[in-house]
């Protein structure tokens, strides 16, 4: 069974760092591009981050570039987002998802691109 599992949310003061990752069972992640998208209450889902399968090439939003860093883990099939100098409006359901290919061969913001995704894992940015 396909199946893509985020964990590591949590709590966190701004400023703060946190740590969610993407494991995936039935699939190997190296043969696919990964992208980290989240969703705020009452926003559209919007993408983070995407890693291409070939280069691992990253792509970064504009609103996370510099605080933000997407990695694999081949050996572990999981692709990790680290979070830093979080802010309240980071707070939103981060959700991972899979497509065969690179990320410049997808509309990596589009959600509409992937196949696959996982459950989410809530992350709230507060004091």
């Known amino acids: 069974q396909v199946q893509l599992v985020e964990s590591g949310g949590g709590l966190v003061q701004p400023g703060g760092s946190l740590r969610v990752s993407c494991a995936a069972s039935?699939?190997?992640?190296?043969?696919?591009?990964i992208g980290w998208f989240r969703q705020a209450p009452g926003k559209e889902r919007e993408g983070v981050s995407c890693?291409?399968?070939?280069?691992?090439?990253?792509y970064y939003a504009g609103s996370v570039k510099g605080r933000f860093t997407i990695s694999r883990d081949n050996a572990k099939n999981t692709v990790d987002l680290q979070m830093n100098s979080l802010k309240p409006e980071d707070t939103a359901v981060y959700y991972c998802a899979a497509e065969v290919g690179d990320c410049d061969s997808l509309y990596y913001w589009d959600s509409r691109s992937y196949g696959y995704w996982g459950q989410g894992t809530q992350v709230t940015v507060s004091s």
């Open positions: 039935g699939f190997t992640l190296d043969d696919y591009a």
């Open positions: 890693i291409s399968s070939s280069d691992g090439r990253r």
